[in-house]
């Protein structure tokens, strides 16, 4: 075994799909399985107000609740254990309580993980919505690619071939710019194909300048796709090279990014992220953003090292 894949949960449907797809990746990459749930106590305090009766109160241990959330968090992950193992019995999988917030306990946990997966929302826990505050601060900050999944448990198995860890349409596709900050995506993206003998496509989108406001320009768009596929094999070539049993599509389109990547219903879409540094949730582009929010299946955002 090698390596480490860290799935949250909160009890959620999301967060159960979440845990199908990392006991997937895990069995793939032949990783170990890591389930955390973070107990927070922050929304069962009652900052300064002193109250009657049997409510928290700050600064005051009431052991009947401490003991009734860890209760839970146990339940929580005692079926997350269960769905892991039933998913994919040859995964080496544990389980974790981590204080704190969410978002803060995941990305410090991530330190430890070469990969982070998370429900697209959940029950007021990891994600209460797609791009909520979780979402965003884990998906800028975690060192590690960070893998959002949508739909309900069930949705990622491999009908066609009774394959377990099998995909819907055997596709993926991942961003491709002229920046290095999109290399670990394309590196991250060719693994995965390789993984699930998958069909890579490499999307790069190109827009039109408007003519109202740049009249003078003109180009030829046989002149421009050239250019544009000699950039997509420039920056990829390395991984071409690394990947040959990795059947490649150079995917190059005259529209918006974001458009351009979640048109089409991909097993995963892969996007890197110029985000760096302590704010860098703030910092995720506009395209990981922008995927994140119309993708029809999981996205996977993979930041460029700090």
Same mark, same amino acid.
């Given at each position: 075994?090698?390596?480490?894949?860290?799935?949250?949960?909160?009890?959620?449907?999301?967060?159960?799909?979440?845990?199908?797809?990392?006991?997937?990746?895990?069995?793939?990459?032949?990783?170990?399985?890591?389930?955390?749930?973070?107990?927070?106590? !922050?929304?069962?305090?009652?900052? !300064?107000?002193?109250?009657?009766?049997?409510?928290?109160?700050? !600064?005051?241990?009431?052991?009947?609740?401490?003991?009734?959330?860890?209760?839970?968090?146990?339940?929580?992950?005692?079926?997350?254990?269960?769905?892991?193992?039933?998913?994919?019995?040859?995964?080496?999988?544990?389980?974790?309580?981590?204080?704190?917030?969410?978002?803060?306990?995941?990305?410090?946990?991530?330190?430890?993980?070469?990969?982070?997966?998370? !429900?697209?929302?959940?029950?007021?826990?990891?994600?209460?919505?797609?791009? +909520?505050?979780?979402?965003?601060?884990?998906?800028?900050?975690?060192?590690?690619?960070?893998?959002?999944?949508? +739909?309900?448990?069930?949705?990622?198995?491999?009908?066609?071939?009774?394959?377990?860890?099998?995909?819907?349409?055997?596709?993926?596709?991942?961003?491709?710019?002229?920046?290095?900050?999109?290399?670990?995506?394309?590196?991250?993206?060719?693994?995965?194909?390789?993984?699930?003998?998958?069909?890579?496509?490499?999307?790069?989108?190109?827009?039109?300048?408007?003519?109202?406001?740049?009249?003078?320009?003109?180009?030829?768009? %046989?002149?421009?796709?050239?250019?544009?596929?000699?950039?997509?094999?420039?920056?990829?070539?390395?991984?071409?090279?690394?990947?040959?049993?990795?059947?490649?599509?150079? %995917?190059?389109?005259?529209?918006?990014?974001?458009?351009?990547?979640?048109?089409?219903?991909?097993?995963?879409?892969?996007?890197?992220?110029? +985000?760096?540094?302590?704010?860098?949730?703030?910092?995720?582009?506009?395209?990981?953003?922008?995927?994140?929010?119309?993708?029809?299946?999981?996205?996977?955002?993979?930041?460029?090292?700090?």
């Amino acid at each position: 075994m090698s390596g480490l894949l860290i799935v949250g949960t909160d009890g959620s449907a999301p967060a159960v799909a979440a845990v199908e797809w990392a006991a997937d990746d895990a069995l793939r990459k032949r990783a170990e399985l890591r389930i955390v749930h973070a107990l927070d106590r !922050g929304p069962y305090a009652i900052t !300064g107000v002193a109250v009657p009766g049997p409510y928290v109160i700050a !600064g005051a241990d009431v052991p009947e609740l401490d003991e009734a959330l860890r209760r839970a968090s146990a339940k929580v992950l005692e079926a997350a254990e269960a769905v892991a193992r039933a998913r994919q019995p040859e995964v080496p999988v544990t389980t974790r309580v981590v204080e704190g917030t969410p978002a803060g306990a995941l990305v410090e946990q991530a330190r430890d993980a070469d990969e982070l997966v998370v !429900g697209d929302r959940g029950l007021g826990g990891f994600t209460r919505a797609l791009l +909520g505050s979780v979402t965003m601060k884990v998906a800028g900050q975690a060192p590690c690619p960070v893998v959002v999944v949508r +739909g309900g448990p069930g949705d990622r198995t491999g009908d066609r071939t009774g394959d377990r860890t099998g995909d819907r349409t055997g596709e993926i596709a991942v961003g491709v710019d002229g920046s290095e900050s999109c290399e670990p995506a394309i590196a991250y993206a060719f693994e995965q194909a390789a993984l699930r003998g998958a069909t890579l496509h490499l999307v790069h989108a190109w827009e039109v300048p408007v003519h109202a406001f740049a009249p003078e320009i003109s180009y030829d768009a %046989d002149e421009v796709r050239a250019a544009k596929q000699e950039l997509v094999r420039a920056r990829t070539e390395r991984w071409q090279a690394e990947h040959p049993e990795v059947p490649v599509v150079m %995917d190059i389109q005259c529209a918006h990014p974001v458009d351009a990547l979640t048109a089409t219903p991909y097993d995963l879409v892969v996007v890197g992220s110029h +985000g760096r540094g302590a704010i860098g949730a703030l910092l995720l582009g506009s395209v990981s953003r922008g995927v994140l929010h119309h993708a029809r299946g999981t996205v996977a955002v993979v930041r460029p090292p700090a």
